[in-house]
């Protein structure tokens, strides 16, 4: 199966596999397209943007599909927070992200911090529900929209420690990777392998592989290293990808345009030199 995604606002990456790039952040949403299940990885800034992703998905595939399984690439507001327009979708994160959103305490949903795990960094008040909608709004989102869709904040209920692959029906795989820590305590990334393709031995021929990278990779502007961030293993995290995909997988950053593997290279060694690692 594949119609004209860019007609319905996707870009197309491989046969099966696309992208829409949201307004406002820049964030991406990727698209995964079996036979049987649909993958989303991420879900948007607001309940109202998970909605429009979600009808989104359904004009493009048509007959009724719609999303059946979400992988949330990490826990920042403008990734998670449309994942409520998604009911009755399996929801996959890294391990550790369900307790950092859903522990209890205050902000709008009542929730805040966990305590942090042993050698990650101080997260108290950089996680949780509250600090999501402190740091949306902060940023210039709606603050009632924001505490609308922090109220319903979905926590993952699979949680990935090492590499989950789904089966998405017609012999496309996604492969979910526990890629992080870097940009965060809990970064998830997903590969979808060109030679898995969905629609038949001919089109899937010569297919690139697809790598979702989320924040962990960002190229319309500096990667961003806030509070929750593991500078001295993010470098590390980046040669994950690049082992996982290889020299011609077409890598999808959290933010901006699509780049290749001498880009995510490079990136890689401008962390290092900025973070003082090898």
Known sequence: M??????????????GVGRRRLPGWDATAGLVVGTDAVLLYDTGSTVREGAELAAGVRALLGGGRHVTHIALSHPHFDHVLGTAAFPGAEVYGAVGMARLL????????????????????????????????????RLGADAEETARAVDGLVAPRHEVSGLLTLELGGGRRAVLVNAGPGHTTHDLAVLVAGAS????????????????????????????????????????ALDRLLTLGGEDAVYVPGHGAVVDAA?????????????GVS
């Open 197 to 236: 393709g969905a629609a038949g031995a001919a089109e899937a021929s010569g297919a690139p592989s697809v790598v979702f990278c989320g924040d962990l990779v960002e190229e319309s502007g500096e990667p961003q290293a806030g509070p929750d961030a593991v500078p001295g293993r993010w470098p590390a």
């Open 2 to 15: 594949d119609v004209c995604w860019e007609e319905h606002g996707w870009e197309r990456l491989a046969p």
């Open 102 to 137: 859903t522990a209890g305490g205050s902000g709008p949903s009542g929730r805040t911090s966990p305590p942090d795990l042993p050698g990650m960094p101080d997260t108290a008040g950089v996680s949780g529900a509250s600090s999501l909608f402190e740091e949306a709004v």
């Open 263 to 275: 880009f995510v290279r490079a990136q890689r060694d401008a962390l290092a030199a900025r973070f």
